[in-house]
Every structure is written in structure tokens, then in C-alpha cells.
């Protein structure tokens, strides 16, 4: 049996978790009501981006057409608006993933962005020849190369904790790996090729008990579970805004105060200044210090919506209703004779990765396609995911609560199609 949740509370188990109402949070998304290639929408990209609702469509319109200006230089009217919501969109972030201090929250790009931030301020000053950052097998591209970045240029080596055949990582493995060289572990919470949701309190524990600090890529784990940082205890945490109804541009790096007022600024310019002169530049606290530049405003304000959004649904009831969307889509496809699902954690989030027979998951996608059903087909920067499986790429939906059963019977269908046309 797969489930949602890991180190949390088993939200998604727990009786009193009130049925959720996929139909009518269907209503809260535009988007969805179209149809493509003449049959009504069936998406299952969600683990790409989600569709936003219209609340947040209507947030990022409002702003745009009364309240926009630059924000933080201004004594005008706009200007000051702007700037209130933008720091109440931080407030937002910081009680959304319950960080201690509204510092602690960085509003970057997105989740890529904040792992570059660290790898190229944490990682550039506490990197030196012959030190390692420690990573898993089940990591996105983006928490990759950043890290091979920064260790070819300081002689650092990026040491990878294995993976077994249901793309689980193998524990056992880890501890051994850490030791005085170790300067980081960077982690994903939920693989988003595989869906598996790794054990990252566990991990955080068993590294913090070696002193050395833990980064969760929380892409594709906060729009699936609570995330509460403190309780986690994680040094820093990235997530993406468009994975989470939010706007693109927009994600957010949490990092302890203390570690991001021991690192050097990322980028120069304006907003990260206390003062400047040729002969000395004064660098403003954090999270100034991190946010040179105008920032994405629009995208925070945008960013904010979706997270009230979000949190104003019964979060117990969503991860229910995902975890049996993926548990009706995986007897569904298993039952499929010529398929094979990669990755069968135990504690899968509602991700289903799959191959089928000798059809090419790009085909795969774009028969779906035709029957109006958004699948991806790739390696989904996960490359290292799909050479331990030996495969070039998968096929992937992936499920969100605006997912009905009849999505996952629509999504079971079209594959039926696949094959009739490969066979
Ligand atoms: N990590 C994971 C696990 C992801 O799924 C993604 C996006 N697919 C990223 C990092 C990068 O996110 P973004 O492209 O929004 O920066």
C-alpha cells in the first residue's frame, strides 16, 4: 500500500479526514474547464506546474491594475502599498512553512534559483579541497549541478547516497558517508520522477547528529503535506511557486538566520546595499541581502494568494483524496499487462512514472495528447533516476486534488489507445 506521508503525521490515514470535493475546488481553476483537441482537459502535469486559481489570477490582475509600484525605495502613495504586500507576502511564506523569523524568508526564482544561491554563497565560502556535499540518487538536476559547479571549482567532491530497485534510498548508506569533510546534505523531499518521499526528518537527525547542516528541495513535497520547518528542523528549504497554484518567477529559499547572515551576498546591486562608495560598500541584512534587484513582486503577491489558497483547504483531506487517486491509478496500470511503473516506494507521493513495452514515452505522451490527457514524457531532470533504471525516460502523471477517479479511468483508457495503435 503506497501512502502520502513519511516523517509526518499520517495525515493522510486518519479517519476523521473528511472526504474532499475534487468537483468543486474544479470551479476555483479556469484552466481546467477548456478543452484541447476537442475533449475536455484532463491534466496530469501537475508535478511540472499546477494550474492556478482564479483567486490568484485575480490577486496578480488586482495588483497589476491599483496597487503596483516598485516597492521598498518609494515615500509615495504605491509605492508604500507595495511594499506592505510584498512583506506581507514574506509574512505569508514564513507562517506558511512556519519558519522562527520573517528574515529567514528569501524570495527567489524559484527552487532552482535557491539551490544556486547556496551552492554559490554557503558552498563557495565553506568549500575547500577534499570536502564533500552529500546528495541522493533521486535528485532533480537542480540540485545537481549546482553542486558540481561549485565542487569542481573548490576541489570539493559531490558524494551520492544509492538508491534501491523501488527507488527508495538505501539508509544503511548514508550515515557511513558523513564525516568532518561533509559541509552540506542536500536532499529532495519528493523525488519527482518516482514520487518517492524520502525520510528527510530521519536524514536531518542522523546528519545533524555528525554537525552537519541539511538543504530539502521541497519542490514537489509542500503542495502534498504540511511542511513545518522547525519541527523538520532542516537548515534551509526550497520551493518552487508554480508548483504550488502560485504564479512562475516566484519560490522561496527559507534558510536559519544564522546561516544566512554568515553568508556572503549572492548577487550585486541595487536593494542589497545598506550604502555604497568606491571605497567601501556596506551590504544591507538579510533577506535584503539576498534579493538584489527589483524583485518579482507581482510573482510574491501572487505567491501569497495561492499559499492562503492552499491552506484554506482541509490539507488532511487532500492528501487523502491523492493517496487514493494514486493508489485506484496504480491497480489500474499495474493491471496493464505490458507496463511497468518506476519507482514503488512505500511512501510514494501521487506521482506515477511508467514505461510501456517497446512504445517510446514521447509517443506515449503525444497519443495521450489526442485524447485531450497532459501526460509528460521524458527524463524529467532526473537523468541519474533513469540510468539506475536503465531506461532513456518515462511516461508521468501525476495527480493533484483537482484530479477525479475519472481522470485516472480517462488517463487508463488512453493508454489502451497507445497500445491498440503499437500493436
Ligand atoms: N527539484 C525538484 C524535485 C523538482 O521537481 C523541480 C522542478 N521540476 C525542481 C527542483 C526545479 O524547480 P524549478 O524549475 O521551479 O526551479
Known amino acids: 500500500m503506497s501512502t502520502m506521508w ?29 478543452t484541447v483537441r476537442g475533449r475536455p482537459l484532463i491534466y496530469l502535469d501537475n508535478a511540472a506546474s499546477t494550474h492556478k486559481p482564479k483567486v490568484v489570477i485575480d490577486t496578480v490582475a488586482r495588483f497589476y491594475s491599483e496597487e503596483y509600484s516598485n516597492v521598498h525605495r518609494g515615500v509615495h502613495y504605491l509605492s508604500q502599498l507595495a511594499t506592505d504586500l510584498y512583506e506581507d507576502a514574506r509574512r505569508t511564506a514564513q ?13 527567489v526564482r524559484g527552487t532552482t534559483e535557491a539551490i544556486n544561491l547556496v551552492a554559490q554563497t554557503f558552498g563557495r565560502s565553506k568549500l575547500g579541497p577534499g570536502d564533500e556535499i552529500i546528495v541522493s540518487a533521486i535528485e532533480h538536476h537542480a540540485n545537481i549541478v549546482p553542486w558540481q559547479m561549485i565542487c569542481r571549482e573548490k576541489g570539493a567532491t559531490l558524494r551520492v547516497i544509492p538508491i534501491d530497485e523501488h527507488g527508495e534510498l538505501i539508509l544503511d548508506a548514508f550515515e557511513p558517508m558523513l564525516s568532518e569533510r561533509t559541509k552540506l546534505v542536500s536532499i529532495v523531499h519528493v523525488s519527482n520522477a518516482l514520487g518517492t518521499v524520502n525520510p528527510v526528518k530521519e536524514i536531518i537527525e542522523i546528519a545533524h547528529r555528525h ?32 508548483k504550488i497554484y502560485g504564479p512562475t518567477g516566484i519560490g522561496v529559499l527559507y534558510g536559519k538566520k544564522a546561516l544566512l547572515d554568515d553568508m556572503p551576498p549572492y548577487q550585486g546591486g541595487g536593494d542589497m546595499i545598506l550604502s555604497v562608495s568606491f571605497e567601501r560598500t556596506v551590504y544591507n541584512d538579510v533577506p535584503f541581502k539576498f534579493e538584489a534587484g527589483t524583485p518579482n513582486i ?7 494568494a495561492a499559499l492562503k489558497y492552499f491552506r484554506s483547504l482541509d490539507i488532511a483531506a487532500i492528501a487523502a483524496h491523492e493517496n487514493e487517486l494514486l493508489e485506484y491509478a496504480t491497480r489500474k496500470l499495474e493491471a496493464i499487462d505490458a507496463l511497468r511503473i518506476i519507482g514503488t516506494a ?20 503525444t497519443i495521450l495528447d489526442q485524447h485531450g490527457i497532459a501526460v509528460r514524457a521524458g527524463h524529467h531532470c532526473a537523468q541519474p533516476v533513469m540510468q539506475h533504471f536503465g531506461i532513456p525516460a518515462t511516461a508521468r502523471a501525476s495527480f493533484s486534488f483537482y484530479n477525479t477517479m475519472e481522470d485516472v479511468d480517462a488517463l487508463a483508457h488512453g493508454i489502451e489507445s497507445v497500445l491498440e495503435v503499437f500493436t
Do not use: Y
Open 211 to 242: 554537525g552537519v547542516p541539511v538543504l530539502v528541495d521541497g519542490a514537489q513535497s509542500v503542495q502534498h503535506m504540511p511542511v513545518d520547518v522547525q519541527e523538520l528542523d532542516c537548515d534551509f528549504f526550497a520551493l518552487s511557486g508554480h
Open 346 to 365: 512505500t511512501h510514494k507521493a501521487s506521482v506515477i512514472s511508467f514505461t510501456l513495452c517497446a512504445v517510446h514515452p514521447h509517443d506515449i505522451g
Open 298 to 304: 507581482a510573482g510574491a503577491i501572487g505567491l501569497a
Open 6 to 34: 513519511n516523517d509526518k503525521a499520517p495525515v493522510a490515514a486518519a479517519p476523521s479526514a473528511a472526504a474532499f470535493d475534487a468537483w468543486r475546488v474544479r470551479a476555483d481553476f479556469p484552466a481546467l474547464r477548456q
Open 95 to 107: 507562517q506558511f512553512l512556519n519558519a522562527r523569523r520573517e528574515e529567514e524568508i528569501v524570495f
